[in-house]
C-alpha cells in the first residue's frame, strides 16, 4: 500500500506537469483543439490524488501503523472522529489536502458556466498556471513531504494526536483554511491567463464565485480557529497575534481588498491592473501562509517545526511573484480607467482596500520580524502583542467608520442622501460621548465600540430608505456581511480592554469576588482511564451574583495515556451574550488547594455570532454566471 500510494500521486505529478507544458505550448500556438485533451488529463490525474488521499485515510482508520504518518497522529486509544481528522493533522497530510481540494475544483470549475464564457485561449492559459500549482504541490507531496513511507517492522501502537488537536475545531477549522487557500487559486490562475490572452470578457465576474467561497472559507477558517484557541488553550484569549494566527490573516487582509476593488472593475472597468496584482498576490500569500506554518522559519506553539520544503515553497513564492509582476505590468492588453473623487463610494473603496494592504504589511513584517532583525543582530527580537494592538486596532477602527459613511456617498462623488449622512454622524458621536461617560476611558476602543453602532444604525437606514435594497437578495447579502463585521468589531471593543481577569488559589468552600460576581470552590473530581485520558481533575466553581446562582464552572486538567508527562486544560465557561465567565484549572497543590485563573470577558460571543453572519450571508452574493450566450 506504501508504494501504491506514492505512485498514485508520482503518476499524477508527471501527469500535471506534462499537461501543464502542454497547455502552455497549445495556448501559444493558438491549437484550441487540445483544450479537451488538457480538461480530460485533468479527471484522470486527479483521480490518482483521489486515489493516494482514500489510502492513506484507510491506512488511519484500520491504525496501520507501518505508515510514518500514521504511526505519528494515531494510537489505539484514539476515537474515530479524531482519526478521520488526523488526516490533516499533520504536516503531510494538511499539503495532502489541500492538494486535493485544488483538484476537485480543478474538476467543478470545468462544468460552470464562468469556465464556458471564458474564450479557448483563456481557458488554455489558465490550465497552464492551473496545472503547475498542483505539480508543485505533488513534487512537495512525493520529495519532501511523502506520506507513505513505511516503518519496519511497524509499531505496536502510535504516538497519537495532539491532544491540543483533540478540539471539535480540528474537525472543521483546518479544512476551511485549506479549502479557502485552495479555492483562491481558480481566480488567481483565472487572472494571469485572462491578461496573457486578452480575454474581452470579465474573469471577475467569471469567478466571482469562486473568490466570495474561497473568503468565506478563510473567514470561517480564522473565526473558528479563534474560537478554538479561546476554548483549548487556556489563556483567556482568542487572538495573540501568534504567527500561525497572522499566517490565515495575512491572505485574508489581502483576499478582503480584492472583494472591494473588483466591484469596481465589475462597475467601471477600472483598476484592471491593481485586480490582476492583487488576485495573484492573494494566492501568492496563501503560500507563504504555508512557509510560516511548515518550514520552521518562525518558532511558534502551532508550528509543524523545521522541514525540507522551506526551499521549495520560498522560491515557488519568487517565481509567483515574478511571474506576477511580469503579466500585470508589462501585458499591453491591461487598460487604464482614471477613478472619480475619492470623496465617492468608489473612492473609499480604494481607501478601504490600502487600509487592508497596510494591515497585511504591518503584520507580515511583525510575524517576520525575528528573522528581519538577524540582518544586525544574533539576537533576534519577537514582536509582542501589545505592538500588533497599537498599531492595527487603529487601522480596524478607521474601518468601520469608513463603512459607517460609505454608503451615503455616490458612486461618483457627493453626498446621495445628507439627512441619512448627518443622522450617521450624529449617532457616531452621541454614541462615543455615552461609551466614554460610561467609564470606557479607552478612546480607542470607545471610537471602535460608537463607529459599530454607528454603523449598525447606518445599516437600518439605507434599509428604510431604499425599498430596493429590500428586495435584492445582493443587497443583504453585501450589508448582512459588513454587519457581522461590525459585531464582530463590537465584541473585540469591549472583550479586549475590559476584561476583568484574576489568578487565586482556593481551598473547597473558599470564595473569591470578581468584579460583580462571587465564585466558589465547591469541589474537585478525578476520573482515571477514560478513554484516551489517564488522569482528569475536575474543578466544580459556583457561581453568583447578587446572592442569585448564574451557574457552574467545570475547568479541568487531562493527563493523556501517550503523553505522560505534559498536562493539558479544558476551560469552563458559562455562555452570555454580555459578560462570560470563563475559568481555567491551573493546577493543584499539597495541601489539596486548586488555583484558578478567572476571567469576565465581555461581549466576547459577538465575536464569533458577528464571524458566524459574516460567513452565512456571504453566501447570498453568490449569483449564478450566464452560460454564453445567454442573456440576463
Not at 19 to 45: D, M, P, T
Not at 544 to 559: A, C, E, H, T
Not at 566 to 595: C, M, R
Request: positive net charge; aromatic residues 14%; contains cysteine.
Amino acid at each position: 500500500m506504501h508504494l501504491t500510494g506514492y505512485v498514485g500521486l508520482l503518476f499524477s505529478l508527471l501527469a500535471f506537469l506534462f499537461l501543464a507544458g502542454f497547455a502552455g505550448f497549445a495556448a501559444w500556438s493558438r491549437k484550441e483543439e487540445a483544450l479537451i485533451v488538457v480538461e480530460r488529463g485533468q479527471f484522470i490525474a486527479a483521480c490518482g490524488v483521489i486515489f493516494s488521499t482514500l489510502i492513506l485515510l484507510f491506512a488511519l482508520t484500520s491504525r496501520d501503523y507501518s505508515f510514518r504518518y500514521v504511526y505519528n497522529n494515531v494510537d489505539s486509544a484514539l476515537s474515530y472522529v479524531y482519526t478521520l481528522t488526523a488526516l490533516w493533522g499533520g504536516r503531510e497530510g494538511s499539503l495532502l489536502c489541500w492538494e486535493l481540494i485544488i483538484a476537485l475544483t480543478g474538476l467543478i470549475f470545468v462544468a460552470t458556466p464562468g469556465y464556458k464564457s471564458l474564450s479557448s485561449e483563456t481557458k488554455l492559459f489558465f490550465w497552464m498556471f492551473f496545472l503547475t500549482v498542483q505539480g508543485f504541490f505533488l513534487l512537495l507531496l512525493t520529495g519532501w513531504s511523502n506520506p507513505f513511507i513505511m516503518i519496519d517492522p511497524a509499531p505496536a501502537d502510535g504516538r497519537g494526536l495532539n491532544p491540543l488537536l483533540r478540539n471539535p475545531g480540528m474537525i472543521f477549522h483546518p479544512p476551511l483554511l485549506f479549502a479557502g487557500f485552495a479555492l483562491y487559486t481558480i481566480p488567481a490562475c483565472a487572472a494571469l491567463a485572462s491578461s496573457i490572452a486578452g480575454e474581452k470578457k470579465s474573469w471577475i465576474k467569471a469567478v466571482r464565485n469562486w473568490n466570495i467561497l474561497a473568503w468565506v472559507f478563510l473567514t470561517a477558517g480564522i473565526v473558528l480557529g479563534g474560537w478554538w484557541s479561546y476554548m483549548e488553550l487556556g489563556w483567556g484569549g482568542y487572538w495573540a497575534w501568534d504567527p500561525v494566527e497572522n499566517a490565515s490573516l495575512i491572505p485574508w487582509f489581502a483576499g478582503t481588498a480584492v472583494l472591494h476593488t473588483s466591484i469596481i472593475e465589475s462597475r467601471r472597468n477600472a483598476l484592471q491592473r491593481t485586480n490582476v496584482f492583487l488576485m495573484s498576490l492573494t494566492f501568492i500569500l496563501c503560500i507563504f501562509s504555508t512557509y510560516l506554518t511548515r518550514s520552521g522559519v518562525i518558532d511558534s506553539l502551532h508550528t509543524f517545526g523545521a522541514s525540507g520544503v522551506a526551499q521549495p515553497l520560498f522560491w515557488s513564492m519568487v517565481a509567483t511573484l515574478v511571474v506576477t509582476l511580469m503579466v500585470t505590468f508589462l501585458s499591453e492588453r491591461l487598460t487604464h480607467r482614471s477613478l472619480s473623487d475619492f470623496l465617492s463610494r468608489q473612492g473609499l473603496l480604494v481607501i478601504t482596500a490600502w487600509f487592508l494592504l497596510a494591515l497585511g504589511l504591518v503584520v507580515t513584517l511583525g510575524t517576520m520580524w525575528p528573522v528581519i532583525s538577524r540582518l544586525w543582530t544574533v539576537s533576534p527580537m519577537g514582536l509582542d502583542a501589545h505592538f500588533y494592538n497599537r498599531v492595527c486596532l487603529p487601522f480596524m477602527a478607521l474601518l468601520v467608520l469608513l463603512f459607517c459613511f460609505c454608503p451615503w456617498l455616490g458612486w461618483k462623488g457627493g453626498v446621495r442622501n445628507m439627512k441619512g449622512f448627518l443622522a450617521v454622524g450624529v449617532v457616531l458621536v452621541v454614541a462615543f460621548a455615552g461609551f466614554y461617560l460610561s467609564g470606557m476611558t479607552n478612546v480607542l476602543a470607545a471610537l471602535t465600540a460608537a463607529a459599530s453602532v454607528a454603523a449598525l444604525v447606518s445599516i437600518g437606514l439605507l434599509f428604510a430608505l431604499y425599498p430596493a435594497l429590500r428586495a435584492q437578495r445582493q443587497s443583504w447579502g453585501a450589508y448582512g456581511v459588513h454587519l457581522g463585521l461590525v459585531l464582530l468589531a463590537l465584541g473585540v471593543a469591549f472583550s479586549g480592554p475590559y476584561k476583568t481577569e484574576r489568578e487565586v488559589v482556593l481551598a473547597q468552600g473558599e470564595s473569591v469576588s470578581i468584579g460583580e460576581f462571587t465564585v466558589t470552590y465547591a469541589g474537585l473530581q478525578e476520573d482515571r482511564n477514560v478513554g484516551d485520558i489517564e488522569v482528569r481533575a475536575t474543578a466544580t466553581l459556583a457561581v453568583s451574583k447578587d446572592g442569585r446562582d448564574v451557574g457552574v464552572l467545570k475547568p479541568d486538567k487531562r493527563i493523556y495515556k501517550n503523553f505522560p508527562n505534559q498536562q493539558f486544560a479544558e476551560v469552563g465557561t458559562i455562555p452570555s451574550f454580555g459578560d462570560e465567565l470563563y475559568a481555567t484549572l491551573l493546577g493543584l497543590t499539597e495541601d489539596n488547594k486548586a488555583s484558578f485563573k478567572i476571567s469576565i470577558n465581555p461581549l466576547v460571543n459577538w465575536v464569533w455570532i458577528g464571524g458566524t453572519i459574516m460567513c452565512l450571508l456571504a453566501f447570498l452574493l453568490l449569483r449564478r454566471t450566464p452560460r454564453p450566450g445567454e442573456v440576463r
